[in-house]
């Protein structure tokens, strides 16, 4: 693999067409618009974080063919039974967009990869497998949370081994929410500190594992998030160009959508009113 261009110009932020033109050119042709996100880590203590994803839900969103959520779309996701309104909300506003007609797809991430069937029920979203490979007007397109491909983080590959075992989290579940709460802040405070001692290109992508991927799946774009990198990245596999899309991080009030639509793909961002 070698990388053509960290930034790919055709794939910058392009301005919004408006909603009349959008829906008069879809009657001709299908343009129905692809909506990709990931790394929201919506939590109840920033309300202004929930705010902005409902009200992407309820706007911008709307009218779009496909939602697809690439994982940590909470901060932490201790089990469906979870009674949290401000979590509630969330379910609520993605079940109105799919009620609404578009179709609402989910992936886990490495914060909320205990939402289960009861959660995909309540919301309207499709659970997606991480790899899922997906067609995007004829192309086969793979999308990832992010997480596999960071193989040389070794440590939280075992973690993430251990997390993911069905027996582990069965008995996890069987805690009370309180208990539950508990020991994901002690994760989370136990991961924050083994991060400030791994460099920053431990926590990255391994580039061997990308191409690994790309070959396995026979595809010429990869969309993923989680290391809150966002770029558009060329590289060369077999001798075929492959585009990688990385998805940006919500954080402070702004958030951004990777779109797809008639065969081209930009970014826009998403702002509080
Ligand atoms: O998400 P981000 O970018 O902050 O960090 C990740 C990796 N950290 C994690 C840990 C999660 O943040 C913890 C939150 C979990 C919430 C869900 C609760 C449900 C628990 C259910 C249990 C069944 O994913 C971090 C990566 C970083 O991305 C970059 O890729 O480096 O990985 C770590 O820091 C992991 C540490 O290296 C090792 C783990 C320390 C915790 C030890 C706990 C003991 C494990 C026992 C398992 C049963
Ligand atoms: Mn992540």
Redesign the pocket.
């Known amino acids: 693999m070698s990388a053509l261009s960290g930034q790919a110009s055709e794939h910058q932020q392009r301005p919004t067409r408006s909603r009349h033109l959008q829906s008069s050119i879809a009657g001709a042709r299908d343009l129905q618009e692809t909506l990709l996100v990931s790394d929201l880590h919506l939590a109840p203590e920033r309300p202004e974080g929930i705010a902005l994803f409902l009200r992407f839900l309820a706007d911008r969103a709307r009218g779009a063919g496909r939602l697809y959520i690439l994982g940590?779309l909470f901060d932490?996701?201790?089990g469906d039974d979870d009674d949290t309104p401000a979590h509630r909300a969330v379910i609520d506003g993605l079940r109105a967009l799919s009620n609404s007609g578009t179709s609402c797809a989910l992936m886990h991430g490495?914060?909320?990869?205990?939402i289960g069937r009861r959660f995909a029920r309540a919301s309207g979203c499709r659970l997606l497998r991480d790899p899922a490979r997906i067609a995007l007007g004829g192309e086969p397109v793979l999308l990832m949370h992010g997480?596999l491909l960071?193989t040389d983080?070794v440590?939280?590959q075992?973690?993430?081994r251990?997390?993911r075992n069905p027996l582990?989290?069965r008995l996890?579940l069987l805690k009370r929410l309180e208990a539950?709460r508990k020991?994901?802040a002690d994760?989370?405070r136990?991961?924050?500190e083994?991060?400030a001692a791994?460099t920053e290109e431990i926590?990255d992508v391994s580039p061997q594992e990308v191409t690994r991927r790309i070959r396995r799946a026979g595809v010429q774009r990869l969309v993923h998030g989680?290391?809150?990198r966002p770029a558009d990245h060329d590289l060369v596999v077999d001798g075929r160009i492959v585009r990688r899309h990385v998805l940006a991080e919500w954080h402070d009030g702004r958030g951004e959508v990777l779109v797809h639509a008639d065969g081209q793909w930009w970014r826009e961002p998403v702002l509080a009113a």
Not at 110 to 114: E, I, T
């Open positions: 940590d932490a996701w201790i490495n914060r909320d990869f205990l997480d960071c983080d440590a939280y075992r973690f993430r251990k997390v582990v989290q996890f539950r020991i994901a994760y989370r136990r991961s924050a083994a991060m791994k926590m989680h290391t809150h």
